[in-house]
């Protein structure tokens, strides 16, 4: 099943923010993570709101259910906290440490726009090379976001340059 590494890289990402608002955004941040080279293990396919890892998403219920994290529903959405003992704790995870301020930017941003950001990285992983052809892809994958791509483009070219 899963090692203790992978459940202290989740914990220790939602120790770097305190607050995780969303299920999406949380499974983007962490395939977005991944794919600047942090060593996530869980395995993502295409869903409905783009990269989409039910790994995850089991590991962070199991979280939920040990009483690791508190989960909140805020309308239709979920919020994430880690309990008020391993808050105080610090993050053991070097690469968590090290990426710290791109999670927190990552945090602040639209969960829309980090869906749009990992649908991007998800093209180009199965080989979408330009923004011509990932935009087309996009306009047929998401088009209710048409008018959040140049601005996710720009997001996905910062986080590219950090």
Partial sequence: MNSNEDFEKIIDLLKCVGVIKGRTKFQKMVYILQNQGVSFSEKFKYHYYGPYSSELQLEIDELVDRGIF??????????????????????????????????????????????????????????????????????????????????????FMEINNN
């Fill in 70 to 155: 508190k989960e909140k529903e805020e309308g239709p959405s979920s919020i994430y906290e880690l309990n008020s003992e391993v808050s105080d704790s610090k993050i053991t995870d070097r690469e968590i440490k090290q990426n710290g301020n791109l999670i927190k930017f990552l945090v602040e941003q639209d969960y829309q726009e980090l869906e749009l950001v990992a649908t991007i990285y998800y093209l180009q992983n199965i080989g979408y090379t330009n923004w011509n052809m990932i935009r087309g892809k996009l306009n047929i994958l998401k088009p209710h976001l048409s008018s959040k791509f140049e601005k996710s483009y720009k997001l």
